[in-house]
């Protein structure tokens, strides 16, 4: 079988009900990232922060992976499908997508600020962090969230997915943020990339087949390709 590896970003979620970060009415309109997204603001206003991931865990509760998320798990039958995601929402798990890679974190875990090995899972009736929440050695627990301005802890994992990639498709994502959007660089040149967004996204690379749909409608499509194309 072959690998097919996947990025995601928020556009996947939409349709789930999550909004977007920069697209019209998307998140970055109404928080500032700088605080709720950066070391800076955490250390600045640790309730905030605390209670704007916590807002977004409730938000969890009430979503449910749309169709987009299940084809991706479904294609698991044709190839051996790695999923990159920067998304910290767990839509592609409750899919049943088997390997994922969360490169910009989780938001159903926290960890100690003082010591990232200790991590904690959140679970559906205790999704709610307080400042006094502490990890086993007495230290606040923080979002388990790559901030901006934050090393990402999984892009070597996500480069050595990427490097072995014999089809890649992105999806829902502005390739705004590095080093993620940089992953395109490390697949091989002659391998075809499918790149599903409603939007025009700038994308540089050989290769491209633009899905120009959401993300439901466009898995779809990316399926009767494949299926076509390489089974
Ligand atoms: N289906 C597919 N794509 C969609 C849909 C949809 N239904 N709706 C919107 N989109 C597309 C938009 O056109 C846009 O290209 O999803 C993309 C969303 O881009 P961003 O909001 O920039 O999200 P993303 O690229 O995931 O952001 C990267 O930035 O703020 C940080 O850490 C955060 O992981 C996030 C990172």
């Known amino acids: ?10 556009g996947i979620s939409a349709e789930s ?34 209670e704007f991931y916590n807002q977004r865990r409730k938000q969890l509760l009430h979503v449910k992976p749309n ?3 299940i084809g991706l798990a479904e294609l698991e039958k044709l190839f051996y499908v790695s999923i ?15 390997y994922i890679v969360h490169l910009h974190g989780e938001l159903t875990k926290v960890r100690s600020e003082k ?3 200790l991590i904690y899972d959140l ?16 230290s606040q627990l923080r979002p388990h969230i790559v901030w901006f301005g934050e090393p990402v802890p999984l892009m070597e994992e996500a480069i050595d997915i990427t490097k072995q990639a014999d089809i890649l498709v992105v999806i829902g994502t502005s390739l705004n943020v590095y080093p993620a959007a940089g992953l395109l660089y490390y697949v091989q040149t002659n391998t075809p990339i499918f790149l599903i967004d409603p939007n025009d996204v700038s994308i540089k690379r050989p290769n491209v087949h ?3 749909k959401k993300a439901s409608e466009g898995v779809k499509d990316l399926i009767k390709l494949l299926k076509e194309q390489y089974t």
């Open 1 to 10: 079988m072959k690998n097919l590896v996947v990025l995601t970003g928020a």
């Open 17 to 50: 009900g999550i909004s977007t970060f920069r697209d019209a009415g998307g998140l970055w309109e109404q928080y500032a990232i700088e605080d709720v997204a950066t070391p800076k603001g955490w250390m600045k206003n640790k309730k905030l922060v605390t």
């Open 84 to 98: 990159i995601t920067q998304n910290v929402d767990n839509l592609h798990e409750r899919a049943g997508s088997s």
């Open 210 to 212: 633009i899905i120009k």
């Open 67 to 69: 169709y987009g998320h």
């Open 115 to 117: 010591d990232e090995d």
């Open 123 to 138: 679970t559906p009736d205790r999704y709610e962090v307080k400042i006094g929440d502490l990890c086993e050695k007495g």
